[in-house]
């Protein structure tokens, strides 16, 4: 059975394809996650101002950067998160992430096919009954749906459908 530090650094080799700078970080998630608690995904980002990794995990989302002076470690658990928004651009991505009123935005996310996976698991763990967000083609498929129908000449049967 494999020990939690060889499944992080499993897991790091396989999420975040360059890991220069963050060893103490990786270090770090192995004294913090709880026992049975699973890690899920991780990446490399950049939170106010301190590069450093974000893990998930099957409890909660923590952001996790080592100094030679200080230590931060951001933990949001999905009970606490309202909502997550997301941004790609050419290299990177972004995820910003609504909890108990307070918004908090990872920035420099690399590799940026982390984005999706981790917004996409996060919101399907957030809120009782909170449906997860389309993505891309989804929204497309809706566009395509509405805009094949054709409406209806008669401006009463037009708004009776606007009705129900």
Do not use: W
């Not at 963050?22 to 950049?46: D, Q, S, V």
């Not at 933990?75 to 909890?99: C, H, M, P, W, Y």
């Not at 990872?106 to 919101?123: D, G, L, N, Q």
Request: charge should be positive; proline fraction near 5%; aromatic fraction near 4%.
């Amino acid at each position: 059975m494999a020990t939690l530090e060889t499944e992080i650094e499993r897991m790091a080799q396989e999420k975040i394809t360059i890991q220069l700078g963050i060893g103490k970080e990786l270090k770090r998630l192995a004294e913090i996650i709880a026992p049975g608690e699973k890690l899920i995904n991780m990446a490399k980002g950049k939170y106010a101002g301190k590069t450093g990794i974000l893990a998930v995990t099957d409890r909660r989302v923590v952001f996790i950067e080592s100094g030679i002076f200080r230590n931060t470690v951001e933990d949001f658990s999905f009970q606490n998160i309202s909502s997550v928004r997301s941004e790609t651009k050419i290299l990177k991505g972004e995820i910003e992430i609504l909890a108990a009123g307070n918004s908090a935005k990872i920035s420099e996310v690399f590799p940026k096919a982390r984005v999706p996976e981790i917004v996409t698991y996060v919101r399907g763990r957030i809120g009782p009954g909170v449906a997860p967000q389309p993505q891309g083609d989804a929204i497309v498929g809706i566009r395509r749906t509405v805009d094949v129908a054709q409406p209806s000449t008669d401006p009463a049967a037009r708004l009776r459908s606007l009705n129900q």
